[in-house]
């Protein structure tokens, strides 16, 4: 069966100090939590000046380390950039891909986020590949087909096999850091949307395998009729994975279903 993930994405908040001892918090607390980590995953994907000191405060069998982007290049004069080498030899295990930030700020498009997927998986680190409409798109009621695109121009280029090493998450731009949570029904909807694209690529098992994580003011208080849903396999937190407390609720949350 499908991993049930919560990934806390620090986005630029924290200094080393700070985000150390949050990784340490998360960690301690984590011991206490039986759970089988073939089937839930807890990941935390903190900024690139943290990610080697992060990586010796947590233990790897509760917690998987992420970034939060890499380069579209392997190596050389990209100034600025870091890459998957980078990325790996600092103790990652995983990295986010095509946020939305990353889309609107930075102007990361399918065809540099093909490239990124690609270095990524030729490099066993998980892709954690980032979709969502933004709000217009909603109310135009074209949502549907803005994912599916992002979905198609980039994800199913991939073989079957490199497929099932990625996991989704869905973002809705307009639920992002805005507190404006998207209902259990219409977060569930996209998630089934997304799963029946899967399944006519490549088959019904692929798509029942795939981890599809929601993303967007999911927080503790909105946590348990999101992650009751059959199709919404844990979440991707932004805000409230910056506070050890909420984040391990929204763990707890997601071990009880
Ligand atoms: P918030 O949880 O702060 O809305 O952010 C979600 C997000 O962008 C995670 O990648």
């Given at each position: ?78 100034t ?23 889309r ?27 979709i ?84 967007g ?15 919404i396999?844990g ?9 050890a ?13």
């Open positions: 069966m499908r991993k049930k993930i919560i990934a806390g994405n620090w986005k630029m908040n924290t200094d080393i100090n700070s985000g150390l001892e949050l990784a340490k918090t998360i960690n301690e607390s984590l011991k206490n939590l039986v759970f089988n980590s073939k089937e839930y995953g807890v990941v935390i994907a903190p900024p690139f000046t943290h990610l080697y000191a992060v990586s010796k405060v947590i233990d790897n069998k509760f917690i998987q380390l992420s970034a939060q982007n890499i380069a579209d290049n392997e190596k050389g004069a990209f600025g950039e870091v890459s998957v080498d980078m990325i790996k030899s600092a103790g990652a295990t995983a990295t986010i891909l095509g946020h939305s930030e990353r609107t700020y930075y102007g990361e498009n399918s065809s540099t986020l093909s490239k990124k997927l690609n270095l990524a998986i030729k490099n066993n680190i998980l892709p954690i590949f980032c969502g409409e933004i709000l217009a798109e909603r109310e135009k009621e074209i949502h549907f087909n803005v994912v599916e695109k992002q979905v198609s121009e980039v994800l199913f280029n991939l073989t079957v096999e490199d497929f099932s090493k990625v996991v989704i998450a869905y973002e809705p731009v307009w639920a992002i850091g805005t507190g404006k949570v998207a209902t259990p029904e219409q977060a569930q909807e996209m998630h089934e949307f997304i799963r029946n694209l899967i399944e006519k690529k490549y088959s019904k098992n692929i798509a029942q395998y795939t981890t599809i994580l929601y993303g003011s999911c927080s503790p208080s909105n946590a348990e009729g999101l992650f009751s849903k059959p199709d396999d979440g991707l937190i932004g805000g409230a994975s910056l506070k407390e909420d984040f391990l609720k929204l763990i707890e949350i997601r071990l009880k279903h």
